[in-house]
């Protein structure tokens, strides 16, 4: 889930999977409600915004040269551990910076890829090669930071050994149903979940998404910049809106590229799962439906994929494929498959010939992806802990035992894998939001999202996104006082998030990061 070999996780196919790019674009986040917020949360919302760090008020950050790249700078910056309490300890942020190639050099842009967990220090360390970034590297210092107990940020949040969720998802099946499996699932997130608090215990309460934009606040005047310029994908969007309603008068230019509805994010987390499931899922039949009309260059189903793909779940249901022995042993099973496509829907169209190769090698035997590869690509404990920090007491147990009941209306073959399946990332985890112990962190905004007072914020959606719909994108623009919507056209096998794969799109959000100027009302790139 972010942009080009940016970061890890979720838009292009990976070498490891596949042979491109990872699984990237995790970007995010998770999707969202078709209008305006009518939530418990937003009768509630009020309060009030922040006037945000001035410049010289905080200590600047002290850049030095990364070790592993002349062309780069890295630090680290303390922030408080608890803004309620700053006497409580800090945590250590992961930074570092590329310097503007150009004399006309504006200021600052910080960039966040999603996830949420997901590395801004690999997004900026990546940009050197992408065309895309051009000319934004010639008017800005690109900024990453690794979010809090995320990534190269210490400490860092951990939960249970890899090896531990290798065997859940070992033993996960794709076709699960029935009251048992609730059960399970609820059992495995119970035991997740104790597993971080255990090793996570002091840092779980401060791990939202409030506290990570009062961190970015602090770069932002650490970096010298009086306002913010920044550029949020997927769950960067939920990030970006939480600043700006925070300090809307810290705005210069924010463009949030696959937006989400953060009322939704917040307080309908079982709802905005399944507008996630929903749109998945037609990303995944286009697949199959492509398959069927080139079944030559897909090579899997011979023009019968969607019955080929249930086949293949069944059989590796009850007899999963296997290599190794001991510590080396990996298994491909059902759940490997399903959760492999629910991957991979957010790399569009162009990972659809690959994914089918992938697949026609998986059902003639060959496990070429296992589920250690899988836990590799999926977001892992920093996006469990801060997608359930988020939501907390919004999802009951009750709430996620009929939810997983609907789950196959929702989506016949990604809904019930996901919902039942351990936790581990975005869609899967349903049941451990379920059974979190914070029920009401310190680090939990409760503001309207209005932003009132901040300068135009750039909101951008795609009609085909799989991961975050386009009724998010419409939602919050609807919410913000000023802003403009930016829509990129198409249907089910777009990408998730358009910056990276949209010329237009990408023209577009540069024109107003640089220049201020906004798209004109109504604006509409096609997809590319």
Same mark, same amino acid.
Request: charged share 20%.
């Given at each position: 889930?972010?942009?080009?070999?940016?970061?890890?996780?979720?838009?292009?196919?990976?070498?490891?999977?596949?042979? =491109?790019?990872? @699984?990237?674009?995790?970007?995010? +986040?998770?999707?969202?409600?078709?209008?305006?917020? &009518? *939530? %418990?949360? !937003?009768?509630?919302?009020?309060?009030?915004?922040?006037?945000?760090?001035?410049?010289?008020?905080?200590?600047?950050?002290?850049?030095?040269?990364?070790?592993?790249?002349?062309?780069?700078?890295?630090?680290?910056?303390?922030?408080?551990?608890?803004?309620?309490?700053?006497?409580?300890?800090?945590?250590?942020?992961?930074?570092?910076?590329?310097?503007?190639?150009?004399?006309?050099?504006?200021?600052?842009?910080?960039?966040?890829?999603?996830?949420?967990?997901?590395?801004?220090?690999?997004?900026?360390?990546?940009?050197?090669?992408?065309?895309?970034?051009?000319?934004?590297?010639?008017?800005?210092?690109?900024?990453?930071?690794?979010?809090?107990?995320?990534?190269?940020?210490?400490?860092?949040?951990?939960?249970?050994?890899? =090896?531990?969720? @290798?065997?859940?998802?070992?033993? +996960?099946?794709?076709?699960?149903?029935?009251?048992? &499996? *609730? %059960?399970? !699932?609820?059992?495995?997130?119970?035991?997740?979940?104790?597993?971080?608090?255990?090793?996570?215990?002091?840092?779980?309460?401060?791990?939202?998404?409030?506290?990570?934009?009062?961190?970015?606040?602090?770069?932002?005047?650490?970096?010298?910049?009086?306002?913010?310029?920044?550029?949020?994908?997927?769950?960067?969007?939920?990030?970006?809106?939480?600043?700006?309603?925070?300090?809307?008068?810290?705005?210069?230019?924010?463009?949030?590229?696959?937006?989400?509805?953060?009322?939704?994010?917040?307080?309908?987390?079982?709802?905005?799962?399944?507008?996630?499931?929903?749109?998945?899922?037609?990303?995944?039949?286009?697949?199959?439906?492509?398959?069927?009309?080139?079944?030559?260059?897909?090579?899997?189903?011979?023009?019968?994929?969607?019955?080929?793909?249930?086949?293949?779940?069944?059989?590796?249901?009850?007899?999963?494929?296997?290599?190794?022995?001991?510590?080396?042993?990996?298994?491909?099973?059902?759940?490997?498959?399903?959760?492999?496509?629910?991957?991979?829907?957010?790399?569009?169209?162009?990972?659809?010939?690959?994914?089918?190769?992938?697949?026609?090698?998986?059902?003639?035997?060959?496990?070429?992806?296992?589920?250690?590869?899988?836990?590799?690509?999926?977001?892992?404990?920093?996006?469990?802990?801060?997608?359930?920090?988020?939501?907390?007491?919004?999802?009951?147990?009750?709430?996620?035992?009929?939810?997983?009941?609907?789950?196959?209306?929702?989506?016949?073959?990604?809904?019930?894998?996901?919902?039942?399946?351990?936790?581990?990332?975005?869609?899967?985890?349903?049941?451990?939001?379920?059974?979190?112990?914070?029920?009401?962190?310190?680090?939990?905004?409760?503001?309207?999202?209005?932003?009132?007072?901040?300068?135009?914020?750039?909101?951008?959606?795609?009609?085909?996104?799989?991961?975050?719909?386009?009724?998010?994108?419409?939602?919050?623009?609807?919410?913000?006082?000023?802003?403009?919507?930016?829509?990129?056209?198409?249907?089910?096998?777009?990408?998730?998030?358009?910056?990276?794969?949209?010329?237009?799109?990408?023209?577009?959000?540069?024109?107003?990061?640089?220049?201020?100027?906004?798209?004109?009302?109504?604006?509409?790139?096609?997809?590319?």
């Amino acid at each position: 889930m972010s942009p080009l070999p940016l970061v890890t996780a979720r838009r292009r196919l990976a070498s490891g999977l596949v042979a =491109a790019t990872t @699984v990237a674009a995790s970007l995010t +986040a998770t999707p969202v409600a078709a209008a305006p917020p &009518t *939530t %418990a949360r !937003a009768a509630e919302a009020g309060e009030a915004p922040e006037s945000g760090a001035d410049v010289g008020s905080v200590p600047a950050i002290e850049w030095k040269t990364c070790p592993d790249d002349e062309i780069l700078q890295c630090a680290t910056y303390s922030v408080p551990l608890d803004y309620q309490h700053p006497d409580r300890g800090t945590v250590e942020l992961a930074v570092n910076r590329l310097p503007a190639s150009g004399p006309d050099r504006i200021g600052s842009l910080f960039l966040n890829p999603g996830g949420p967990g997901g590395s801004g220090v690999d997004v900026v360390a990546g940009v050197t090669g992408i065309p895309q970034t051009k000319e934004l590297r010639r008017h800005f210092d690109l900024v990453g930071f690794d979010p809090r107990g995320t990534n190269r940020s210490t400490p860092s949040i951990e939960c249970e050994p890899v =090896a531990r969720s @290798v065997r859940r998802f070992d033993q +996960a099946l794709g076709q699960p149903g029935g009251e048992r &499996t *609730t %059960a399970d !699932a609820l059992q495995e997130a119970r035991e997740y979940v104790a597993s971080c608090q255990q090793r996570s215990g002091d840092l779980l309460p401060f791990m939202g998404t409030e506290y990570a934009a009062r961190d970015m606040d602090l770069l932002r005047a650490a970096v010298g910049d009086d306002q913010l310029t920044y550029l949020g994908l997927s769950y960067g969007t939920y990030l970006g809106a939480v600043y700006a309603d925070m300090f809307p008068g810290r705005v210069r230019a924010v463009a949030l590229d696959g937006s989400i509805d953060p009322f939704q994010y917040g307080d309908d987390y079982l709802g905005i799962l399944g507008a996630n499931y929903r749109a998945s899922e037609r990303s995944v039949d286009a697949f199959l439906a492509w398959c069927d009309r080139h079944a030559t260059t897909c090579k899997f189903g011979h023009g019968a994929a969607g019955d080929a793909l249930d086949a293949l779940v069944a059989r590796l249901d009850d007899h999963p494929l296997t290599r190794g022995k001991g510590a080396d042993r990996v298994t491909t099973n059902g759940y490997t498959v399903l959760y492999l496509l629910y991957l991979l829907t957010g790399s569009g169209r162009q990972a659809w010939p690959q994914t089918g190769k992938l697949l026609g090698r998986i059902a003639s035997g060959l496990p070429d992806i296992s589920n250690r590869d899988l836990l590799g690509a999926a977001g892992g404990a920093t996006n469990i802990v801060i997608e359930c920090t988020d939501a907390a007491g919004s999802v009951t147990q009750g709430g996620f035992v009929r939810f997983a009941r609907r789950s196959a209306a929702m989506a016949r073959r990604l809904g019930p894998a996901l919902a039942y399946g351990p936790p581990s990332y975005d869609g899967a985890n349903a049941a451990a939001c379920s059974v979190w112990p914070l029920k009401n962190p310190p680090s939990d905004w409760r503001g309207d999202f209005r932003a009132q007072g901040s300068d135009p914020v750039l909101v951008v959606g795609s009609v085909g996104d799989p991961s975050t719909p386009y009724s998010g994108a419409v939602s919050l623009a609807a919410t913000l006082d000023h802003a403009r919507l930016l829509t990129e056209g198409g249907g089910p096998g777009a990408t998730h998030t358009s910056f990276f794969d949209n010329t237009c799109i990408q023209g577009k959000v540069t024109e107003y990061l640089v220049s201020l100027e906004l798209p004109r009302a109504g604006t509409r790139c096609p997809e590319e």
